[in-house]
């Protein structure tokens, strides 16, 4: 069993590694989300298809899995840090490839090195987060979990879209930029204490296996499917927004682009920061008729050509993608025990990703032959079948909001105090 190392006297001591980690916990989905500003860009200039760009978008998303499959669990047998060191390394090599990218093949060996780097380290960071969190705070690294991604996602989009439009070398400068930041988390993690001491079976967790406790399951259950439509829709915005944005609405400014996925990010985090006092049990059905009135407004805003439907069902997409957030990540943070705390942020993550990427391949392939609006209006209407189907499974399978007296006792602290 993981000895897992007193987390309030490491926090005590090292106050700032919280800190540090959940910097982190916002730079890798930063780093992710730059690129994304950047293929209306490579498309212009390289002339490739909408297929052919997102598969360089969904590519990240098959190393990521590919990572989680394997990787997922090894931080509860070999530390924290160690991985974590490793992801960030990975993740240099990766801004190193898109420096010197000079066509569609190196994007995609960046964008697969990028896509390891992160699954290495999420459910690392994740469990990271818990360990470090006073023993009557759990719910914070929850909160952070669920807040700091997409505060990453929101801050390296508009950030890249801004250096794009404004700044020399905009296919370069954002990666210049990112590396630094990666070389200064590299020395930080180095020096940050580890909060689990090794176990034995480090090389068999490295056998790809996907399993949540059946605690866990019955507590996931009413959430997965709310989560995996807002996770679709929000590989739509990631991939295909700009193009979106460009080719129906005529905005051309790279910036423009940038901005549709800083408005879904942002507000995704103001609703996770908004939540946060909310039981998590209360918020799983809310979620999904957001999503889908989100979906709607967006398919409104495409069909109509009308920008005031689009930003409105932009906003709507967020706060539902903030509210599974908190519901998902608060629940793993207050119920997961510590020896399967990075397989349960793991096996999470996994189908957050598949939601995530393989719809908007497909939406790619689906470009080149019905073109960007019809299968954007195809895609907001799955979007909107998953979400109705979301909202029928989190009423069916609800689970009772009471704490059970075999609850472990780091996690049976009173919700409000949580957060």
Known sequence: MTQALSSTAATRRHPLFFVVVAILVALFPAASSAPSPLYVIYQREWGFSSATLTVIFAIYAVGLLAALLTVGRLSDHIGRRPVLLAAIALEIISMIVFLAAGDTAALCVARLIQGVATGTAISAMGASLVD???????????????????????????????????????????????????????????????????????????????????????????????????????????????????????????????????????????????????????????????????????????RTDTTGFAVIGTLLAGIGFGAISVASFGTVARWARAEHRGAVIAAVYILCYFAFSAPAVAAGFAATRLGLVATTEGYLLVVIAAAIAALALTALFAPPSHTPPSAPAEVRADPARDS
């Not at 990010?265 to 103001?270: T, V």
Request: hydrophobic letters at 55%; a positive charge; glycine letters at 12%.
């Open 132 to 302: 470090l969190a006073p023993q009557d705070r759990k719910g914070r690294a929850g909160l952070i979990n669920s807040i700091a991604p997409s505060v990453g996602l929101a801050l390296g989009a508009l950030g890249c879209g801004a250096l794009a439009e404004y700044a020399p070398a905009p296919t370069r400068l954002v990666y210049a930029v990112t590396l630094a930041c990666l070389i200064v988390a590299a020395v930080a993690i180095a020096r940050m204490p580890d909060t689990v001491a090794r176990r034995a079976g480090a090389v068999p967790s490295l056998v790809p296996r996907v399993g949540i406790q059946a605690e866990m399951r019955r507590r996931l259950t009413p959430i997965i499917p709310a989560l995996l439509a807002a996770w679709a829709l929000g590989g739509l915005y990631f991939s295909l927004g700009p193009s979106i944005a460009q080719t129906v609405f005529g905005y051309r400014n790279h910036l423009a682009g940038a901005v549709v996925i800083t408005i879904f990010c942002g507000i995704a985090a103001f609703t996770s920061l908004a939540l946060a006092r909310v039981p998590l049990e209360r918020l799983g059905a809310p979620a999904a008729i957001v999503v889908g009135a989100g979906g709607v407004a967006a398919f409104l805003g495409v």
